[in-house]
């Protein structure tokens, strides 16, 4: 990582945490974050999203979001091609964080739309959910989990989550989840589908 790239990532931690600090006493302040969050996904991964490397050598292992440029324009990427209705095909190697953006991008619209259904999928129903962070399902509930609490919609529970299935009870949003076959995404309509 270049000097500069460092100062950035590190600068922005410092602004994440002193708007959650204002955010926690001031109700202005606190509502005008969240609809900067509404309109500006970038800004939601780098204010309140949060990611997890379980390997030793990634201590911390549980850490805030904050985006590389690359990522950025990823993540604008991904809100284009939603707007425009196009399918996006994204071929990545490992460690670029594809995986939690597209999980994390999902979790921001099945939040703010007013009316989004997701549908994941991964080769084997394990990799979709297995209530771990492993999986496509724990992934977004880690996200989701780590929100502030007054981000999340009113009478949700990540407790009561049921497996391959989120819901937003304010909305009625859901993300749901099955393992690829011949009949996948099949019955229903989504905003987005997501094949792993």
């Not at 990582?1 to 410092?14: A, P």
């Not at 500006?40 to 590389?68: C, L």
Request: charged share 25%.
């Amino acid at each position: 990582m270049t000097n500069s790239i460092g100062s950035l990532i590190h600068q922005k931690k410092v602004e994440r945490a002193q708007r959650l600090h204002r955010a926690s006493f001031d109700l202005k302040f606190r509502a005008a974050l969240i609809e900067k969050a509404k309109r500006d996904p970038v800004f939601f991964f780098n204010q309140f999203a949060w990611t997890y490397d379980p390997r030793p050598e990634s201590k911390p292992n549980h850490f805030p979001f904050i985006t590389y440029p690359f990522q950025d324009d990823y993540i604008r990427e991904l809100e284009l091609t939603y707007n425009q209705v196009l399918d996006l095909l994204t071929d990545k190697s490992r460690d670029m964080g594809v995986s939690w953006m597209v999980l994390t991008w999902i979790v921001h619209h099945w939040l703010y739309d007013p009316a989004f259904n997701a549908l994941a999928g991964s080769r084997k129903q394990d990799l979709v959910d297995n209530f771990q962070p492993d999986s496509l399902f724990g992934k977004m509930a880690y996200v989701i989990d780590r929100l502030p609490s007054w981000m999340l919609p009113r009478g949700y529970d990540g407790s009561k989550r049921t497996f391959c299935k989120i819901v937003n009870p304010e909305s009625g949003n859901t993300i749901q989840g099955e393992s690829a076959n011949r009949d996948f995404s099949r019955q229903g309509r989504y905003s987005c589908i997501l094949l792993d």
